[in-house]
């Protein structure tokens, strides 16, 4: 098979949760273990850190990966979902895994893996693990892919726990609480593995504090100390931080809602520094500097271009949605252009209620199976008075912004990760 054949028969072959939901959803970890068994536990050959939470964990991967790297290690970084190309997903000190690596493990494997009828996360899982013992990484970031407890990523043994933060998604899988949704993400504080929370209201705190105790575990929430004293806006669209302990640093980063996850990282880096882990403060620094760089991370507040300026974000939930109207409604600009769509298992009444109502709307509707259809999006929008225009795809709803644009405008693009997917995949 061809690399395209092979994450066809990958997509096709296997249950995709980004396809087709609820029923790619697999409880439990029998298939992990079968496959983490077949492969030699490969997991244990190298390091790992953890990353959980509702929002902000792909973020907080990457940039724990970079900053990793500037410290000189080989790192390995596992996250999904991919927005162009599958090997995305599994990528060591920034390159992604190998087209051919990927083909002959599934030519290799398949006789193996298909009598257990994997879920396609279970599979890549296994995939990621094996290539990073292969490539001898010294230490991985796996950021979970749904819930924590049950979820197959949770087989490894960290040296650090990080949890970002709690808010309402995948409630059919995780809870509809915060509580039930905490106690899902607190299933990867291991046994005596320290863990970082990003943020805590008091009905998820209690959860956490619970769980570290019964894990006999050294819990540190990041917002009882905060290492950030002042954040603001670069030039350069990223963000400037004066932090308490690691001086000025620079992030490529530009959304406001990293000001949440810089505080998660500053304060996972802190416990990594103290235990030796990473061992010059200076590395902390240039890792927020190149984070994009270093990694391949994109799609966060991410600018394609000036005049008209550009902005394209991932964000997808009300979570990420409080930070991302408010950014978007502060943007200096003549007209705001706003492109949107939506998939089905999220709260897209909430989302456009907090929407700017002087905004010029382009309703649009990803390439993926779960999408809301465009009608869906303008019907409920209109309920909020939100008016706009209806387009079948997310680029010929670009290309109508950015036609109607002038120069002084503003155009976002988001609302799902298969929105910014379909616009880079078709910039590209």
């Known amino acids: 098979m061809t690399y395209q054949e092979t994450v066809q028969y990958l997509f096709n072959s296997t249950p995709v949760f980004e396809h087709v939901g609820a029923s790619a959803y697999k409880e439990g970890l029998a298939n992990t273990k079968a496959l983490d068994e077949h492969f030699g536990h490969p997991h244990t050959h190298f390091l790992s850190v953890h990353v959980a939470g509702t929002n902000g964990k792909g973020s907080c991967s990457h940039t724990i990966a970079s900053i990793l790297q500037a410290d000189g290690y080989k ?3 596992y996250t999904s979902p991919h927005l162009v190309d599958f090997r995305e997903r599994i990528r060591v000190n920034g390159e992604c895994i190998p087209e051919d690596y990927v083909v002959n493990f599934v030519e290799k494997e398949k006789d193996f893996f298909e009598p257990l009828h ?3 996360f279970e599979l890549t899982t296994a995939l990621a693990f094996k290539y990073f013992a292969d490539q001898h990484v010294d230490i991985a970031v796996i950021e979970v892919g749904l819930g924590g407890r049950l ?3 949770n087989i490894i043994r960290p040296i650090l726990s990080v949890i970002t933060n709690i808010s309402f998604d995948h409630t059919q899988f995780l809870g509809n609480t915060l509580g039930k949704i905490a106690y899902e993400k607190a299933g990867i504080i291991k046994e005596r593995v320290p863990v970082v929370i990003g943020e805590a209201v008091p009905e998820t705190r209690i959860v956490f504090e619970s ?5 006999d575990a050294t819990i540190v929430f990041a917002e009882d100390l905060p290492l950030i004293i002042s954040a603001d806006a670069a030039k350069d669209g990223g963000r400037n931080y004066q932090t308490r302990y690691f001086g000025p640093i620079h992030s490529e980063l530009g959304g406001i809602y990293q000001d949440k996850n810089t505080n998660t990282i500053l304060t996972a880096c802190q416990l990594l520094y103290n235990k030796g882990v990473i ?17 391949g991370l994109q799609g966060r507040w991410q600018k394609l271009q000036d005049d008209p300026t550009v902005i394209c974000d991932t964000g997808h939930n009300v979570g990420g949605w ?3 109207s408010k950014q978007i409604a502060d943007q200096p600009c003549k007209t705001r252009r706003i492109v949107f769509g939506m998939v089905d298992d999220k709260d897209i009444d909430h989302v456009l209620s907090m929407m700017p109502t002087d905004a010029v709307f382009y309703w649009v509707q990803p390439a993926c199976k779960r999408a809301f259809s465009v009608d869906k999006v303008k019907e409920t929008a209109e309920r909020h008075g939100l008016h706009g225009t209806p387009f079948p795809t997310v680029m010929a709803g670009y290309e109508a912004a950015l036609k109607e644009a002038d120069k002084d405008d503003f155009i976002f693009v988001g609302g799902s990760s298969y929105v910014v997917a379909d616009l880079l995949s078709g910039l590209q």
Do not use: H, W
């Not at 769980?211 to 894990?215: F, G, I, S, T, V």
């Not at 061992?279 to 990694?295: L, M, P, Q, W, Y």
């Open 211 to 215: 769980k570290a105790q019964e894990m």
């Open 75 to 77: 790192v390995g970084l």
């Open 151 to 153: 979820d197959c990523t």
């Open 322 to 324: 409080q930070y991302l």
């Open 279 to 295: 061992r010059n403060a200076a590395s902390i620094s240039k890792g927020f500097a190149t984070v994009c760089e270093a990694t």
């Open 118 to 120: 994997p879920s396609f």
